[in-house]
């Protein structure tokens, strides 16, 4: 079992939904979360950072992070077309610098 | 601005050949990172480096060396291209501390 879990989709929604996107891990030492957005043929760009559990807000995403259920989740609202990519979480048991640990992407499909 | 690249963009050879491929930074980044990604995987780290004159394996280094002289640069090298080594590269780096990776945009690689 890979130490972290990522649904691959596609998962296709319409524009203005309110889009989830979900990871769950094992290893309980992870302490930083990050979502990267990778959009085609492109490399992937940071998105969203967090340390330990929480929520964090910027704009319309919102990065949770649930260390008790080993379960982190990305929300997209007022879902844009240009939102459409792929979208990967990455953790680490220790500062960012080092060596990630990613899930395979989840497909995003968003549809004027 | 500073930045990362990675030289060639695309890349075809034939098996048996070394090929290296290029990762240069302008950050003055201390860790560098290579991945590779596939469909089905995601991404996997094959080698990384904290510094100058520092190098680890990674996940999936088998096949694969990486060298650090200075701290601008971390070239990959594939020392006899195998059919399943076809991949995109991706070089990420990191400045430390409480810092994120910051990837590239990718080389395409094809092995025939």
């Known amino acids: 079992q890979k130490e972290v879990e990522q649904d691959p989709g596609p998962l296709s929604v319409p524009e203005g939904a309110i889009v989830s996107l979900n990871c769950t891990y094992s290893n309980s030492a992870f302490q930083y979360f990050m979502w990267y957005r990778q959009y085609s043929r492109k490399g992937p760009e940071l998105l969203m950072y967090?340390?330990?559990?929480g929520n964090k807000e910027d704009g319309r995403f919102t990065a949770q992070v649930d260390k008790s259920s080993k379960y982190i989740s990305l929300f997209i609202r007022d879902s844009q077309p240009s939102d459409s990519a792929t979208y990967l979480c990455a953790m680490s048991a220790t500062v960012s610098g080092y060596a990630l640990n990613f899930g395979k992407g989840t497909s995003l499909l968003v549809t004027p | 601005d500073a930045e990362i690249t990675q030289s060639p963009r695309h890349k075809i050879t034939e098996t048996g050949r070394q090929v290296t491929l290029a990762c240069h930074q302008t950050?003055?980044?201390?860790?560098m990172f290579w991945y590779r990604q596939d469909l089905g995987h995601g991404l996997r780290l094959i080698h990384y480096?904290?510094?100058?004159?520092?190098?680890n394996k990674g996940e999936v280094s088998d096949g694969y060396s990486v060298s650090r002289s200075n701290t601008e640069d971390l070239p990959l090298t594939l020392e006899s291209a195998a059919s399943s080594q076809t991949s995109v590269y991706f070089c990420?780096?990191?400045?430390?501390?409480?810092?994120?990776?910051?990837f590239g945009p990718g080389t395409r690689l094809t092995v025939l």
């Open positions: 967090t340390y330990s559990s």
């Open positions: 480096s904290y510094g100058v004159q520092d190098t």
């Open positions: 990420a780096s990191s400045g430390g501390e409480g810092d994120t990776q910051y």
């Open positions: 950050w003055n980044h201390n860790n």
